[in-house]
């Protein structure tokens, strides 16, 4: 008959099972969290009379401090063949924080995109948003993960409609 | 020159001095209109002024009525200013600092206001219009039917129980006694909006784009009981809800859930 010596297991089996578990806890959090990203609406999703005329409101997505994002934009366009790029005038909303509406400071000729350029702990987005006569055109807006190329800039000032035009 | 000590005297025409005398009064009448013209114009200015204050004290409590070739505007406060069509018939019914509103009766007005919420009301037979910062045009018929477009911000048309609320590129239409209907955007498909019209529920559902989840909204507190889950499920496959929004309290028609669903799906609208 055998007599089996009993004997404790070695330590480190349970903490690499403990790290493993923890490791893999820690990698579901990262694939969970939402991205940062911009999110483009008409003026009436910021509940604000005061924004009634605004050009389009965004808001920023994936940043954990909604008021904290670093934001700058610029509305590129082509005017009569000639390019333009003026800086955007952008307001917060008061009420609700992270949230921002852009207020047409560029002529009501020639074709526009808006370059929405944003920062969060280390995290960048961009957004290029065509706008025509009757408001952003939602359906051609790039919403990115980075900020935008020229390229990409380019690209959509191309194919934006006229502001003269309906869409 | 003595040429002149050449020439014969003769004396002038009586006639010449007439016409002379006729030219002179002629210019002093042009200087001058007679006294006739002058009570005239003086009349014809004390009624436009006595008419422009009339109109100023009647428009308070009392109708204005446009003619068919004639439209006016509205000063409402330091807030806006609402045009008034042909053939409409409208009255004040306040004009204070912390409520301005109109009574209309039948025809057609624009609004444009800028003010915080819930300062401009315009009653109709069918419900009242509350400006939530905006800009609308509402058409009356004196039946009480009727058709909400608004072109900026937000409208609320309430009746009784109902209340519709209207955002910029959207429509609503009212039924005489049924106050508003379900509001819809005006890029609507036909099909959506024949549907809604119909309120064939199938096609409705059928054909909503991820935008007409403002008509669903609206719909899902208007169905049946038994039609909720099924509107709820529609717009939750167009436009998926954010965690917080509780299926169970969107079908119990919350307030508070249906209010912060609402403001999430504007971001889609």
């Known amino acids: 008959m055998l007599r089996f010596k009993a004997h404790r297991p070695p330590l480190g089996r349970p903490l690499c099972a403990i790290s493993i578990v923890v490791a893999c806890a820690a990698a579901g959090m990262l694939v969970s969290a939402q991205a940062f990203m911009f999110q483009i609406a008409n003026p009436v999703a910021a509940q604000d009379f005061r924004f009634k005329s605004a050009a389009f409101v965004f808001r920023t ?23 333009q790029s003026l800086a955007l005038k952008i307001v917060p909303a008061a009420a609700k924080p992270g949230v ?18 944003g920062s969060c702990a280390g995290m960048t987005a961009g957004a290029v948003i065509p706008v025509g006569p009757k408001g952003i055109v939602r359906e051609s807006s790039k919403l990115l993960p980075h900020a935008a190329s020229d390229a990409e800039v380019e690209a959509a000032l191309k194919s934006a409609p006229e502001q003269g035009e309906s869409k | ?27 002093e009448r042009r200087r001058w209109p007679s006294l006739r013209w002058r009570l005239a114009f003086a009349v014809l200015a004390i009624s436009m002024i006595a008419g422009t204050l009339w109109w100023r004290v009647a428009s308070r409590d009392h109708w204005i009525q446009t003619g068919a070739n ?55 037979h069918s419900g ?7 800009e609308y045009g509402l058409t009356m018929d004196a039946d009480g039917a009727g058709l909400l477009r608004v072109s900026r911000g937000w409208v609320s048309f309430e009746w009784q129980q109902l209340e519709s609320l209207v955002p910029a590129g959207a429509e609503c239409r009212i039924a005489p006694g049924g106050g508003p209907g379900i509001p819809y955007f005006e890029d609507a498909p036909e099909a959506f909006k024949n549907a809604l019209k119909n309120l064939d529920l199938e096609r409705v559902l059928d054909s909503a784009r991820v935008r007409d989840t403002l008509s669903l909204w609206h719909l899902i507190s208007r169905v049946a009981p ?14 998926p809800p954010p965690e917080d929004i509780s299926r169970e309290q969107a079908l119990k028609l919350d307030p508070e859930t249906l209010r912060r669903w609402r403001e999430e799906l504007a971001w889609t609208w």
Request: glycine share 8%; net charge neutral; with cysteine.
């Open chain 2, 128 to 134: 009242t219009a509350v400006d939530l910062g905006c």
């Open chain 1, 100 to 117: 921002y509406a852009v207020i047409q400071n560029w002529p009501a000729e020639g074709r526009w995109v808006v370059n929405l350029n």
């Open chain 2, 1 to 27: 020159m003595k040429i002149r000590e050449h020439l014969p005297l003769v004396e002038a025409p009586e006639s010449i001095w007439a016409s002379i005398e006729a030219a002179l009064e002629a210019k």
């Open chain 1, 61 to 83: 997505v994936g940043c954990a401090e909604p008021a904290k994002p670093e934001i700058t934009g610029r509305a590129e366009g082509l005017v009569n063949g000639s390019r």
């Open chain 2, 70 to 124: 004639a439209g006016l505007t509205l000063r409402i406060g330091d807030i806006g200013s609402v045009e008034v069509g042909p053939n409409t018939r409208v009255r004040v019914v306040a004009d204070r600092v912390d409520q301005h509103r109109l009574d209309l009766a039948h025809g057609a007005i624009y609004a444009r206001i800028s003010a915080p919420p819930r300062l401009f009301f315009v009653e109709t």
């Open chain 2, 226 to 239: 038994g039609d909720r889950a099924r509107v709820f499920d529609r717009i939750a496959a167009l436009s």
